[in-house]
């Protein structure tokens, strides 16, 4: 036992412990073309098990930002994970890759198994929603870097699109439509501003809240970020889809002209689906301009897939089929900007 680091507050033991207890969670996240097992220096993955002519690697990096601070104050560290998994793998998504790894980064003040073991717990469910393997990561005890009970996480995801079916916009055009899918809540972007929302309201993240049926205010804002990754690569196999994009920090605003083109823009039209009521609440406790709220929170809808008009229905079919809400939310204008109607 290393007892000098201890004393300098690194536990060497605990970590030994972290490794045993996350074995089964990776495990559970193989899939085709993983390799190797945990422990090991580098993780791998060999392409030439997916039979693609022409690979195109797309890669992601996230974290989950001052989301934590609500984790920490519910004591509920099981969903964070997912919320890493989410935030990567839907945005190599937007380009239509197929997430194949995940590696993850969990740093904190002090080491406790079974906290670590929660939060990996989380990262492997998040893969197995994915479809991706949890190939390595790495957990640093940092004494002094973090406070009491803290910690942070990010990861980092590659996926693989033939170059011929890669989606990178260049197909939008005007006339095209908006398919929003639905959100699970605020995922994880805009947290920074809902904790002064809370704080400035005089709540308490422990309060049930009437208007989410009873439920704690915590509970509901940590409802984890959904992934979409199987459902929209079924659609992209069945239906010719021209952009994607991830509705993340910027909201509607900022994510959506991303794939479009120069002189091109949106309409919007408010109505077309359900604003959950975790985002009515949020403008009312924080006084928050109705507008202003779709440049920075997604508002209910956490993907948009831009195709033809005549592509949309069998977009939706099949993701109702998957359990998903999806609609026609908007189209492609030729008058820049974002209009919401």
């Known amino acids: 036992m290393a007892e000098s680091y201890e ?63 609500i984790a920490f104050a519910m004591d509920k560290h099981d969903t964070i994970g997912i919320d890493a998994v989410a935030m990567c793998v839907n945005d190599v998504l937007a380009q239509g890759a197929e997430p194949l790894i995940f590696l993850d980064y969990v740093a904190l003040g002090h080491n406790i198994p079974a906290k670590v073991e929660a939060i990996v717990a989380g990262v492997a469910e998040g893969c197995r929603q994915a479809g991706c393997a949890l190939v390595g990561g790495e957990t640093a005890e940092m004494p002094g870097m973090y406070g009491d009970g803290e910690y942070d996480i990010a990861g980092y995801t590659t996926g693989v699109v033939e170059k011929a079916k890669l989606i990178d916009g260049s197909k939008v055009a005007v006339g095209d ?17 809902v904790r002064k929302i809370v704080a400035d309201a005089g709540l308490n993240y422990s309060d049930p809240i009437p208007e989410f049926g009873g439920r704690k205010l915590g509970e509901v804002l940590l409802t984890p970020t959904r992934i979409y990754v199987k459902q929209v690569l079924d659609v992209i196999r069945h239906c010719d889809v021209h952009g994607v994009a991830h509705i993340t920090g910027g909201g509607f605003d900022e994510n959506i002209p991303r794939v479009l083109h120069e002189g091109q823009g949106l309409s ?65 204008t030729n008058k820049p900007g974002v209009e919401i109607r």
């Open 7 to 69: 004393k300098a507050g690194v536990n060497l033991e605990a970590g030994y412990e972290v490794v045993r207890r996350i074995k089964q969670h990776v495990a559970s996240t193989a899939r085709t073309g993983s390799m190797g097992n945990i422990g090991s220096f580098g993780g791998m993955f060999d392409l030439s098990t997916l039979g693609i002519r022409e690979p195109v690697l797309v890669s992601g990096t996230d974290g989950v930002g001052t989301k934590l601070k």
């Open 177 to 193: 439509v908006l398919v929003g899918i639905a959100s699970s809540g605020v995922h994880s972007n805009g947290f920074s501003l």
């Open 268 to 332: 919007i039209q408010e109505g077309s689906w359900e604003i959950l009521p975790v985002f009515r609440m949020l403008e009312k406790w924080g006084g928050i301009p109705h507008r202003e709220m779709f440049n920075i929170f997604n508002m209910g809808i956490g993907m948009v897939l831009v195709l033809d008009d005549k592509e949309a229905p069998e977009a939706i079919r099949i993701l109702e089929s998957h359990g998903e809400r999806a609609t026609v939310i908007g189209h492609v």
